[in-house]
């Protein structure tokens, strides 16, 4: 399982490479495509920062948006790992400030924050959860980034192999990996296409649940090299 996870990691930054080119972490769409923006709420979730002591997520300090990827046991759409996509200056801070001093190997982690399924605005003080993610752990990086320095993209295998028994407590859906644009239809698209995009604003992201905001716009450039 391990193996195939690394082989997919791959593709997702491979194809991950070629979106970045000329977009952000967003899903892209045709100008003549509905986006169901009731499915991307729970493909989307926020990432938080532990507290000062790494027991818990700081509520106070959000980080970035991510989003879920499946990876799927043959025959068994609920079997499988999911990956969590997010982006590379979340992960390494110091990537984001071009610091030369390598990143700290010590056990570093970040906190995923999902609606509960069970929620009751009346009943219930909070309809969120916060999931602990490691990213370092006894001195093991579990995250992916590309090759490329220049691509802001990390992949993370969360390992929830069984990730069937989670969907029943927390409101999220898994991207398929066959969802992706491959180069030759990313090619396809030019200045003018219709994009969306589904992600975090500082501040108003919700006491109760999570509210992705979205944005809709046009393509209004495709350069030949990264930005």
Not at 46 to 52: D, E
Not at 209 to 217: A, E, I, S
Request: glycine fraction near 6%; include cysteine.
């Amino acid at each position: 399982m391990r193996n195939l996870c690394l082989i997919l990691v791959t593709r997702v930054l491979r194809r991950l490479t070629w979106l970045l080119l000329f977009s952000t972490l967003c899903p892209l769409m045709w100008a003549d495509t509905t986006l169901d923006t009731e499915t991307v709420k729970k493909i989307v979730v926020f990432l938080y920062s532990p507290n000062s002591d790494g027991t818990d997520a700081n509520v106070a300090q959000s980080l970035g948006t991510g989003f879920f990827v499946a990876t799927f046991v043959k025959n068994n759409p609920l079997r499988g790992s999911i990956l969590l996509i997010t982006a590379r200056h979340i992960v390494e801070p110091n990537w984001a400030t071009c610091s030369p001093e390598p990143q700290p190997q010590s056990d570093r982690r970040i906190y995923i924050r999902l609606n509960n399924k069970q929620y009751d605005s009346e009943k219930d003080s909070t309809g969120v959860s916060y999931l602990p993610v490691d990213l370092v752990k006894n001195g093991a990086k579990r995250y992916f980034v590309s090759d490329d320095n220049k691509v802001d993209a990390a992949v993370i295998i969360l390992g929830w192999e069984d990730w069937g028994k989670v969907q029943e407590k927390y409101d999220f859906v898994p991207l398929r990996l066959s969802l992706f644009a491959s180069p030759d239809e990313i090619h396809k698209f030019k200045i003018g296409d219709s994009v969306a995009s589904a992600g975090l604003v500082p501040g108003r992201s919700g006491e109760q649940r999570n509210y992705p905001f979205f944005k809709f716009g046009e393509i209004s450039n495709i350069p030949d090299e990264p930005f």
